[in-house]
């Protein structure tokens, strides 16, 4: 494997508060930039594009100009939802795709960057705001069930503090495996104080 000055990941957010306002216009140009700068510039150098909404996934080179915000599917003021994922009967297709998974976007991000032959690493994530949901391992109290045991998908809104302590493993996990984290904060309609 070849020596790379830098490894980048870029995680950009599609949840569907990005699509308010076309945030995720900006994010997108701002991710296509940076995706040219680095590829163009520094071709030696490792780069690796995120899509995170309820759920991050690696987006292909290519293709981030098609990367759209997820449709919101409930528009309930309060969702305390916890998804057994490990389920075979639950698929992600069944599952609510506009929130927004901070902390699955950084542990994918920091698995990938791990494997990176460079002391140099980093992680850039642009979003419109705080964290909405998050994987953990076993059940968590005063959240309404959907089935079975093992890793769950807790989706909660307004953010709440099991989204916000597990983002900040992961933001910790990464910060030991000197990994920097450089977080883009896009204006939202929806952003208040403690999004700054």
Known sequence: MARSACATALIVDMAGSMSYGGQYVAC?????????LIRSEYPGDFLSVYEMASFAKIVPPGELAKVMP???????PVVRL??????????????HPH?????HGLELARRQLSGQDTPNKQVFLITDGLPTAHFENG?????????GDG????????????TERATMREAAACAREG???NVFLIPSWSQDEDDI
């Open 179 to 181: 990994i920097t984290i």
């Open 139 to 147: 059940p968590e109290t005063g959240v309404k069930k959907k089935t």
């Open 99 to 103: 929130f927004t998974n901070i902390q």
């Open 28 to 36: 997108k140009r701002m991710a296509i930039a940076l995706d040219g």
């Open 70 to 76: 997820k449709p919101v599917t409930t528009r309930d």
């Open 82 to 95: 916890r998804v057994d994922m490990s389920d075979p009967e639950i698929s992600e297709s069944m599952v």
């Open 151 to 162: 890793r769950h998908l807790y989706l909660l809104y307004p953010p709440d503090p099991l």
